[in-house]
């Protein structure tokens, strides 16, 4: 994309309607049941609302700021309708402190609390729930008396909504609480014409309001109970919205914004040179004259447009793992990015000054054998995995391999010799012959590994089968097949090799709801900014995701794969994503000094370790080793690295942890991940560790190259 191009609409167009290529054989089952869904495939595997269709289906899902839980007759309240938990700062929980860094090895927040429960008197042990109107960043609720029955309620799940709505349909509302009620007052007057208002004073101090509305006319009179429970005189018909006080005013705010709810949101962007623009607008239910409240994170508030900045309320609640939301009163919200990394290519790149592309004679004469050399392995043998994990990293080593020789080292009879192999071994993929074919599953709409159908293990290839880590095992393929078609512009001319490079890019970040074989943004949260990896599995902490940089590296392969194909929106998508990532990351899994975003007692840590929806782990899936965790969020090293890790970042990290020979002790592939990490900020230091002259082969990760290691340090030097 030339840095002054205008692309409009950038979700507009999908990428392709076709059904996935016939070599993919389609599996019409699935390991994980689709419990409770109504409506066809494609269903959002990685979505905040995945709980309430896994396992048991009573896990939390995280809507921000609230959290949600089907009762099921459990808990304090024993309840059987859905629970309502907002959680302050003063309740999380702390890990043990590290004596190296006086850093908190985790935090969490509670899991469990009820502070109000929606539900009705007509649902006991038959009570069933099922989920419809499944999108990207948007779901319903349903709870019955019985399975086959009509819905009681139905909850509109929206991320960020101000108030939990519950839309009654003929049952009779019931308020119950694990907390204790201390006092109920209801309101003299209503907010709006028809409108009933009730404050619940609960046992821990907190405060909330529940507003109540039926375009029928029908009463809305509770009586309580108990100090448990309060329930409504007889079946209603209509809204009960339920909104915790923040204080400072926010009551006011609510009230005004009390009887309109979300229902769903349509997600448009447009980019005009190096500015990238996103909205969310807003569709509503209930009273359409009034504007919504929804809760914006850190990274929305920096970037609003002047209008939605202006749109702030007083209305502001913590969330559990993103610092403090702001209660925002409008329809739609409009972000701009202003510095989208347009002139970002596939050589060493920087924020200021853009590409380096010019080697100095001395680095090309040391970096030229090392290139021979290593385009001489056997790319087939090394692709050749059980891993499309594993494959997609060997693939795009040496991929970048060839980039070096024929662009950075103008040599360009070895890049094209190396270009030949790498194309013979991506074959093998492209034709689906590895040794867990890709399937197209069309229970839940997407390309997964063969791996878990064919041995049992749903923890194959790291669950690739569940729907996990799609983003990281495709962009690796995905990053490799932009750099080919870059160098030989011929291979993009075999509409194989495109398709199914598409079908991966389809997968996890179709843009369109028009293609009806993915769920529009399998990975990426536009919400959150940042992608989940963690798929079809049940979990009391939410969606996770561990590797930062890799969530980088996927938005960066898209841009990259769309600039090589002259697709201008995937190019612009990629662009949008790589710039809001690198905000995210910063705010939420990169903490240099002075975060005040994370808690004070965590970002010493420097980087999240797993982050999930409800707590941060300092630590990885594979190991507690300090390398593993810091050298988890910086692989691989890309264009884009010094975007999303900034200099004064990778310093303050490096000083913590790896200076003063500490990065020496490391064995193995760790090794060279921490001193391509220290290229970006003392390439001169990296280089002398890559050109010395016992270095160890070992100390390269299987995705990684000493050419590549060697250009990048050269680059900048």
Request: hydrophobic share 35%; aromatic share 12%; charged share 15%.
């Amino acid at each position: 994309m030339a840095p002054t191009a205008t692309t409009p609409d950038i979700f507009g167009t999908p990428i392709s309607t076709n059904a996935p290529p016939s070599y993919f054989t389609v599996q019409k089952d699935h390991p994980v049941p689709r419990k409770g869904i109504g409506g066809p495939a494609p269903i959002g595997t990685n979505k905040f609302y995945a709980n309430f269709f896994l396992g048991n289906q009573t896990q939390p899902s995280y809507v921000h700021p609230y959290s949600l839980s089907w009762t099921r007759g459990q808990g304090a309240s024993s309840s059987w309708g859905i629970a309502i938990s907002h959680t302050e700062a003063d309740q999380l929980t702390f890990g043990d402190i590290s004596p190296d860094t006086g850093a908190a090895r985790f935090f969490m927040n509670p899991v469990g609390i009820q502070s109000l429960c929606l539900s009705a008197a007509e649902l006991g042990p038959k009570a069933a729930l099922t989920t419809d109107n499944l999108s990207s960043h948007s779901a319903n609720v349903n709870l019955h008396s019985a399975g086959g029955a009509n819905p009681l309620i139905t909850f509109p799940l929206v991320q960020g909504m101000g108030f939990v709505t519950a839309v009654y349909k003929g049952g009779t509302p019931v308020i119950e609480t694990g907390v204790y009620f201390k006092t109920v007052t209801k309101s003299l007057r209503g907010p709006k014409q028809g409108m009933i208002k009730y404050t619940f004073y609960l046992e821990d101090g907190k405060v909330w309001h529940v507003y109540a509305y039926s375009a029928k006319g029908d009463s809305f009179d509770l009586t309580v109970v108990n100090n448990k429970m309060a329930k409504a005189a007889k079946p209603f018909d209509g809204i009960v919205q339920i909104a915790k006080d923040s204080g400072n005013g926010a009551e006011t705010i609510l009230d005004a914004a009390s009887g309109t709810y979300p229902i769903g949101v349509t997600l448009s962007g447009s980019t005009a040179g190096s500015k990238g623009t996103y909205t969310f607008t807003f569709r509503k239910g209930g009273f359409t004259n009034v504007k919504l409240l929804m809760y914006a994170l850190p990274h929305h508030v920096e970037c609003f447009d002047s209008a939605t900045h202006q749109s702030i309320s007083v209305a502001k609640l913590q969330t559990t793992t993103k610092g403090m939301a702001m209660g925002v009163v409008a329809d739609s919200w409009t972000m701009d990015e202003p510095n989208m990394p347009v002139t970002m290519g596939f050589a060493p790149w920087e924020p200021v000054h853009g590409e380096r592309k010019s080697l100095n004679s001395m680095a090309v004469s040391t970096i030229t054998p090392v290139a021979e050399k290593e385009l001489s392995q056997d790319m087939d043998k090394q692709s050749n995995q059980s891993s499309m994990y594993f494959s997609g990293k060997a693939l795009a080593k040496f991929a970048g391999i060839s980039f070096v020789a024929k662009e950075l080292l103008n040599n360009d009879k070895l890049a094209a010799n190396g270009t030949k192999y790498l194309e013979a071994a991506f074959a093998r993929f492209v034709e689906n012959r590895q040794q867990f074919p890709l399937y197209y599953d069309a229970a839940w709409g997407g390309l997964v590994s063969s791996a878990t159908y064919k041995t049992g293990n749903d923890g194959e290839d790291f669950g690739n089968t569940f729907y996990n880590d799609h983003h990281f095992h495709y962009g690796y393929f995905i990053h490799a097949a932009a750099i080919i078609g870059h160098l030989n512009p011929d291979w993009l001319k075999n509409q194989t090799n495109v398709d199914f490079i598409n079908s991966m890019v389809r997968d996890i970040a179709n843009p369109s709801p028009s293609d009806t074989y993915f769920p529009v943004f399998r990975n990426f949260d536009w919400y959150h900014g940042h992608s989940w990896a963690h798929g079809l599995y049940e979990t009391a902490d939410g969606k996770d995701q561990e590797s930062s940089s890799e969530d980088a590296m996927h938005a960066y392969a898209i841009k990259m794969w769309g600039k090589t194909i002259g697709d201008a929106k995937m190019e612009a998508r990629g662009n949008l994503m790589l710039a809001i990532i690198a905000r995210s990351l910063n705010r939420y899994y990169l903490y240099q000094d002075g975060n005040d975003i994370q808690p004070e007692k965590f970002v010493g840590n420097r980087v999240a370790g797993i982050l999930f929806e409800n707590k941060c782990h300092h630590t990885t899936y594979f190991g507690e080793n300090i390398e593993y965790i810091q050298g988890i969020h910086m692989i691989p090293l890309l264009p884009s690295t010094k975007l999303t890790r900034p200099d004064n970042f990778a310093r303050q990290e490096w000083n913590t942890y790896f200076d003063n020979g500490r990065a020496d002790k490391v064995v193995g592939g760790w090794k060279g991940i921490l001193y391509g990490n220290l290229a970006t900020f003392d390439p001169q230091a990296a280089w002398n560790f890559f050109t010395q002259k016992n270095f160890d082969p070992s100390w390269l990760d299987g995705g990684a190259s000493l050419t590549h290691y060697m250009a990048y340090c050269a680059a900048f030097i």
